[in-house]
């Protein structure tokens, strides 16, 4: 799971750019994160110029 | 609403307004996407750029839309030594530009030519048709999925370009391949109405810090840094992070450390090669979609307008043939003949200068002059770095590769 802290974000889409599997969009003004393609490889993270971006682990159940 | 169009254009920016005029004025029905509320809006850029090629276009931008006219560049090396670069008095200079005006009004102009335009409308898939691409799958904020036919998909979906991955291109940017930038809009800032660069490794490494002017002391206050270089990666710069960079920039800077900030934007630019190809059956790629960016300034707005009548007038010949990726091939030899052949000089370039460290860019700013900033802009390499290297003969391994064939 990655996290955005959404309130930081620019809107650049930056890490809809790089991220290699659509996992991310921007739709209108809001970038859209759509888990269920996300591989966790962290691009986006790095690439992301406001740094709003964080790799998260997987809450444990 | 229509459902069936000859051409569907993915993406209201500088090129696909560009083409969809061109097309439009010759009579095709046209539809451009665009997934953004507003064209124009957010900008995700510096907003710089080089007027002549514009005008050259037979394009008279209005007024609003040009923020400052720029008369010509000062760049800064990390030892504050700065070289001075300015337009021959009566040519045409730069712009900075308001692109929020200057993209919608590039809209309008499409859209006064018969083009139709659906802001914060997505695609969301291909559709096709006995395996050959027929049209998008779209998805207009508050109206249900659904598809939008024509023989003809553009993609000048910039930055993201999902659907031209979907239509088989590699649109996936590397983290080398990109630089990150965060940028301020600032005011008060007294100008010389001179674009300013500064370079250096501590203050932005693999990458510069810009200053462009806009009007009432306004300015745009940027940093972009390599994407591989950000903090974080096994490869990256501790502490660099293009925000905290730039505002420890901003913090040292005699002027703009008492200047307010307007606005916070950015963006992430590619400044790696094109594409290998831009065209297959019935899909046209354009713009940075294509990943035609100017690989030393990550500048887009330009090759954007060119590659977008480019490949419209291709297009307009393609129709009768079915858009057949033979058929349209003429965009794509074009380009790599005339903007490609440039882009490529420009890239060989930018991997050379981000090798060398401060005290080498230090030894270039002393020894080179403005005409010789000409000279490898445009991809004449050898005078220049026989000079440089001949004070600094330890760049002959980084700097020889310039000379390579």
Same mark, same amino acid.
């Given at each position: 799971m990655i996290r955005i802290r959404h309130e930081g974000c620019i809107l650049c889409a930056g890490c809809a750019s790089v991220c290699p599997t659509g996992a991310l969009e921007l739709v209108g003004n809001k970038i859209e994160y759509y888990p269920e393609k996300c591989i966790k490889c962290g691009t986006c993270v790095k690439v992301c110029p406001a740094a709003v971006i964080r790799l998260e682990k997987e809450a444990k159940k | 609403m229509k459902s069936d169009y000859d051409i569907i254009v993915i993406g209201g920016g500088p090129a696909g307004s560009t083409f969809a005029r061109i097309a439009a004025k010759e009579g095709r029905e046209v539809l451009v996407i665009d997934k953004r509320k507003e064209i124009g809006n957010p900008v995700r850029c510096g907003e710089g750029l080089g007027a002549k090629e514009v005008v050259d276009m037979g394009l008279d931008v209005p007024?609003?839309?040009?923020s400052e006219n720029i008369l010509g560049a000062k760049i800064i090396a990390p030892n504050g030594k700065a070289i001075t670069w300015k337009e021959d008095s009566g040519s045409t200079g730069g712009w900075v530009l308001e692109r929020k005006i200057f993209d919608k009004w590039l809209c309008e102009l499409a859209v006064d030519e018969g083009a139709e335009i659906r802001t914060y409308t997505r695609a969301t898939d291909l559709v096709k048709e006995n395996g050959k691409i027929a049209g998008v799958k779209i998805k207009q904020w508050g109206n249900d999925e659904h598809e939008i036919r024509a023989p003809l998909v553009v993609s =000048?979906?910039?930055?993201? =370009?999902q659907i031209a991955r979907k239509a088989g291109f590699n649109t996936v940017h590397k983290l080398y391949d990109v630089d990150t930038c965060y940028q301020y809009e600032m005011k008060n800032y007294d100008s010389e109405k001179m674009i300013e660069l500064y370079f250096g490794n501590k203050i932005a490494p693999r990458g510069y810090v810009w200053v462009f002017p806009k009007k009432d002391k306004r300015a745009n206050v940027g940093i972009g840094i390599g994407g591989a270089t950000v903090n974080g990666d096994k490869h990256g710069i501790p502490g660099a992070e293009p925000k905290k960079l730039l505002d420890d920039f901003i913090k040292n800077h005699e002027q703009l450390k008492d200047a307010s900030t307007l606005d916070d934007f950015g963006g992430v630019i590619s400044v790696g090669a094109p594409l290998d190809s831009f065209v297959t059956d019935n899909f046209m790629v354009i713009g940075t979609a294509a990943k035609q960016v100017d690989p030393l300034h990550g500048g887009g707005i330009t090759l954007a307008m060119e590659a977008g009548a480019l490949a419209a007038n291709t297009a307009l010949k393609a129709k009768e043939k079915g858009y057949t990726k033979d058929s349209m091939m003429e965009y794509e030899e074009t380009w790599k003949k005339t903007s490609g052949d440039a882009v490529n000089k420009r890239l060989k370039l930018r991997h050379v200068l981000e090798k060398v460290t401060d005290d080498d860019i230090n030894h270039i700013f002393n020894v080179i002059t403005p005409e010789d900033l000409n000279k490898i802009t445009s991809g004449n390499f050898a005078e220049t770095v026989a000079k440089v290297v001949a004070g600094r003969p330890q760049l002959v391994g980084i700097l020889g590769g310039l000379l390579k064939k």
């Open positions: - | 007024k609003q839309a040009i =000048a979906e910039g930055m993201e =370009a």
